[in-house]
């Protein structure tokens, strides 16, 4: 915690007593029955002696988890960024991937553990072509427009490289504007000009010079990947790429999973050429881990061309892609690092447009994923089953007959011809997407029975002996009775029998790798192929690897954007594909899925839908739905052949026609979301489509939200649905408004995880694959003496803390715009106090009731500008209510909604990035971003944080520090982003660690005090760069973890009554009750009595009586006593529990000051009394529930009883990522920077130029230290290295005594030095030889001592971003991007505090992988 002086015990004077409390669970063996080994019966398998702790207490835990390590994946070079993508972690050895991209080489290191080259501890990877294009400037332009020599003209076209970084490098007259960089803001192809938002310098700010020409430059647009392994501890175990071909060309790991069997890591991505407007073959490089370098080998392992070839009839030469390509790839590779397959998301016509992006991956259970598994949850019909034992026959057709039958005497047969809807053609062999005919199916319905239902000849019932496919006609026996009763085109008929033999499999998963994207097609009736089956799923005499494609629409040849859901086997072969897509009108706003998880046999999809930059559409969202059947054949009826093509549904069926039956009934639609037709399979026409928005209506659901949405920019609503392993839509749920009118928000899902608790691989007891069975609960933890499951009903044996099985989080975003706007999630399930016993809370429901405002599920961000963070649990498998009503908490399809929770502060930008949950505990960790509400509440201002030394140089030209307090600074001063501060709890443990010292005394480390602060201090003096954060959610929102209480610290408030008048059986008077809103209290059906109160206590900070100072504003419904709950603990009536709503009637006051007044108040109270309270009477009042989250409202009232602290509802703690080292006012060392860091201007250790000049007075500079201003190193040293290999030992510290603007391209300067302890001079030094120098500024302009904010103003631009979160155990990983870090390296809070990393330039982004522990 840091020296902060003496208290009266010897305690630091701010630091906090902490009780420990044992509550231990079980402590006899855990694991205690076991089967015997003859499978007959149990047999005890317990230890003999007891543990002297329980199993699941083992030590005492804060639960507050510190930081322990970091790791930095370092650029090279500014502007060549890293920026991670995705992580994941082997949950049985604590190792961790990490992938990301990288524009140049990537240097993975860390400071806190040895992770030095000598010790083979630093791994560096560069791409085999660079990200960048290499040009010149052909002519002197203005500052910020450069007109290029070759590239644009042949590479690019209009408004292409938007957002691209630029370099100037040599060529100029002289080497000033080395290094300057920008981003571009337009180009045109024309002129070949680029125009950026301006050229800057992290040394020396703006480039004010103008561009010569000859001038060289790069422009980074393109993108390589890399995939690092690292052990438990940080350590780097091995480091892997992927790159392209081209220079420019992108090649991006968007996501990885990891089979926790095998140990096999998945990645998927995308590659293309990165040029929209133009075609450039590109081929992707895959590469294997040398084993002896522990990197990527030099040779790849593996290519993938654009359109390559395949072996499943779709691409067999070689083929160009057209522009706007872009192709999307799975890979695997082993545990080592060594590259094993891989599969292509691809378009198969030359010149076609396609854009593959944003592809996650999951797995579950890959290892056995290729096992054909039509095994369901017990309780349900088989999935398998011969038909000839089906007790009822099976509806094959229906329809009207198309032409008059046919009736000749003497004849033996008649014939009839069936409906245009009858089947006529089998799907052809394989997927020929030419729309190749398949056989005809002649025979088809023979042997099945022909009946009459309606019209001329019915219930004439006959057998099909014979059917003509070609012309769709049925021969039958006997003949119809008489011409009289011969069917014709008023006539109906149904097609029915037994067949002998079929088999109605559906595919469950055994396993597989789930991935999720999307596919945008600015071209006319393009496909798009996933890659081919597994072999065991082959159509009959079909020599070639069946293919699964899809088509898009778009005839008008505009874009169109699906997104879709792919599950593969560990082979990388494709089962089955379905699509999330846009069914409305011409145009296709379908969103994006933003998140994806695997869980027992389900694949859970988050996603967005409803917004579009430009477009005003009609939207209307629909969710495939249809399995995949695990038939390798078809039956036909009794007396037919085999048939020759599967029907597998790999794909939904997509045609515009309606299509017919093929012996697979009966069946209804494959997860019916309502009552409704029958599924049908087959086709009637000889040519087959896969258009995805033809999609027949029997295999897709309609997200309908009651009301037209259409698609605006300042619009955007979300789903999350639900898929089984046979690829049906098992549920799915929406939010969105309840009218066009109150849909005025944005709500962005931006993570989604799943959590199944499990001790010892056994799922906790509770709802648990089933929807029927009731809930048992065990109390303590443990597991039930059969050993059939574990569970954890937390120590205290609350039943609100049992962690049921199986459930989904989602986290996001969300900004309502105006008042009467809100994001309706529908009824949630808790708190418990709104849920039980009622049946309110339905979307749409009323929120203006306070009965209502706890489980409407209506949420309303804290600010009309700014965005808030949601974190929403729903059930994996929808359970029914336990109370009276028996109805569900969602409706249809709708899942159960558990609860949702919503924090941030107004003025203040959230977003949550990512979210993981604890297996056993159920508490979420939410990582994400927040902006400052001011440019004061900075990491190491003055604000909140008061320590503020100076450096008084002394006779002997040593310096003297002496701590000088600054004034009128708070504590705890920072922004209280999670309402931490409001609820009480500002110094709740978990939270950083205050930089502040107490009042009296002084620090001058930077741990200070150690007691934690919970509000928010950001990375930057900035409102709009964001910093990152992670907080810890409890699963039991109004407790947290032991029952220790949120509200512990809210006043408490007793008192008597006075009876009389106004304690009475009957209400008050006729005015209204909060519970009844603007009705009267008596209209309460569980009736209304009133009370006259008298408040005898008084705690610091509560009301004293309803009408004093801080409340005469507030009475009323508004009243802050209003809502509260009040308990008759002793006296007459004693046990009575009721509501209370103050009255502004009968109240009276003895004096006229409040703070000497006695009060008497008049209360409503609901439900009615039983028995009247007397003077002996005494009651308390209490929150109405514990810490309300009041999602439907803005702000959180501090004086209102239900509201105080609402954002915290559910925090347990939060605390920021990261911390810019040397950026706090601390005491100086000698050469002026804080005692204890490193000053924050130290540049990196340099070459001087290569033909140098340099001698014992003058340092010729590497171009990288070329600045504009001769001044510009007055404060400045150099320290000299004549070490040639790391770590370099410095020779000596020269002063500056001046500098030279460098005199040709080639020199960074000339640096003026002197060494006046060195006779002979400064030592020379050579890049020949391999020396280094290293420059560090160590005074302000006037005073000694580096100022908090240089010239170059540093600490307006740093920024953080985590963007994944992940667990092992109860460690979390975290980790993200960072840049701006340049003069205040990147430190890590109680781990790297005085070194930090350093960013490479002012406006690079870096990645950090951060350790927490508990």
Known sequence: PGDSGQGSAGQGADDVAVTVEASPGPKESPFNQRMKGDMTGWLSMSSSSESCISEQNRGFQYGAHDFVWGVHFKSDEQPAEVMVTDMTIDRNTGESYIVGTMQGKVTVQGKHVAMNGALDGRLSVTPSMNSYLADTVSSNAATTTLVLDTGGADIFTDGDLVGARVKLLAGTADARLYGCTGTVSSYVNQTRTLTVDSLTRTKDATCSLNTAAGTAIRIYFGMSSFIAKLGKDGRTIWLNKLDTTIAGGSAVITSIAMDPGSAKIYVAGYYGDSRPGVTVDTTLNIYSVDTTTRVSSSTTAATINLIPTDDYGQVSGAT?????????????????????????????????????????????????????????????????????????????????????????????????????????????????????????????????????????????????????????????????????????????????????????????????????GTATSNTEDSFMCFGKMPDSYKDKADPNNVPVCAQFGNATGGEETVNFVSQYDKDLRVYWTRFIYDKAGSTSESGEIKGIAAVDDLVIVSGTFGYHASRTDEVEIAIQNCTFDTDTVVQGPPVNDRADVATIKKLCRTQVVNLVDIGLLPMQKANPQTSGDKAQTGQVTATQGYVIRNTVPADYINVSTGYTVTSSSNKQYMYVAAFDGSGACRWFHYVAGTSATNGNFMITPTALTHVTPAIGDKPLTGYWKTLWETERLYKGRGQPRDATSAKDVSSEKFDTAVIKAGYIYVAGSVKTTDDSSYADFGVTKYPLECSMGKTIGAKGADVDKLKDAQCAGKVVSSDATYTDVFLAKYATLGAPRTDMTMTTYGSGRQPEVQYIRRTGMSGTAEVATGLVVHDLTAAVYVAGTYTASATTKYQGSDDGEKTKFSATEANDGSYTVTPSLATGVNKNNGDDIFGLSAAGRVNALGCPRQRAGPASTHEEKLGLTGVPDCTMYSHASSTTTTTGFVAKFSDNGDETERGNKNRKTYPSITGTFVTGTNTKFAPCSTESHTLTGTSACSTSAKGCSCLQLVATSKTSGALNYPGDTTATANQGVNNAWSGMRIKIVSGRAAGY??????????????????????????????????????????????????????????????????????AAYGIQWAKTVGWPVGQTLLTRNPYGGPSDVKNGDTGPWQTPKAASTSTAVALDLNLADAVTSTNFYNDYIVYLSQSSVQPYVVTAVAQVTGY??????????????????????????????????????????????????????????????PQVIVMQDSDVYISGTFKGFDQHPFGIEGVDETVGYKSVGDDTYETYLVKLQD
């Not at 229906?398 to 809807?421: D, E, F, K, N, P």
């Not at 009247?1172 to 209490?1182: A, G, V, Y």
């Not at 002979?1320 to 908090?1348: F, M």
């Open 1137 to 1206: 529990e009721g509501i209370v709503s103050y009255s502004t009637t009968s109240s009276t006051t003895s004096a006229a000051t409040p703070e000497t007044a006695t009060r008497v108040d008049s209360f409503y109270t609901i439900p009615a009394l039983s028995t009247l309270p007397d003077e002996s009477s005494t009651f308390q009042l209490f929150p109405w529930a514990e810490l309300n989250p009041k999602l439907h409202k803005r702000t959180c009232d501090n004086t209102d009883a239900l509201d105080h602290g609402c």
């Open 320 to 516: 160009t892609e057209g522009n706007n390509y872009q192709e999307g790839f799975l890979i695997s590779y082993s545990s080592l690092g060594a590259y094993e397959a891989h599969e292509s998301i691809k378009g198969k016509a030359a010149s076609q447009q396609l854009m593959i992006s944003n592809l996650k991956v999951k797995t579950y259970h890959p290892t056995t994923s290729n096992i054909i598994n039509t095994q369901i949850l017990s309780g349900r019909v088989p999935a398998t089953g011969p038909t000839h034992v089906t007790r009822s026959d099976v509806d094959y057709d229906r329809g009207m007959i198309a032409a008059a039958g046919t009736h000749v005497a003497g004849r033996s047969y008649s014939s009839v011809t069936l409906a245009t809807s009858a089947a006529q053609y089998f799907p052809a062999k394989g997927q020929t997407l030419s729309g190749t005919a398949g056989s005809a199916m002649d025979n088809w319905y023979n042997g099945l029975k022909l009946t009459i239902t309606c019209g001329k000849g019915m219930g004439q019932v006959r057998t099909i002996q014979d059917y003509d496919a070609a012309t769709r006609t049925a021969y039958i026996q006997p003949q119809f009775e008489s011409s009289d009763m011969t069917p014709d085109t008023t006539s109906c008929y149904m097609i029915s029998g037994k067949p002998t033999s079929f088999v109605k499999g559906v595919h469950y998963a055994s396993g597989g790798i789930y991935v999720a």
């Open 1300 to 1361: 030279t603007v460098p005199p040709d391209t080639t020199s960074g300067g000339i640096l003026a030095i002197s060494c006046p302890a060195i006779a002979a001079g400064c030592p020379v030094l050579t890049q020949a030889s391999g020396h280094r120098y290293k420059l560090e500024k160590i005074k302000g302009t006037s005073t000694k001592g580096l100022p908090e904010n240089p010239s170059v103003n540093s600490k307006v631009r740093q920024t953080s971003t």
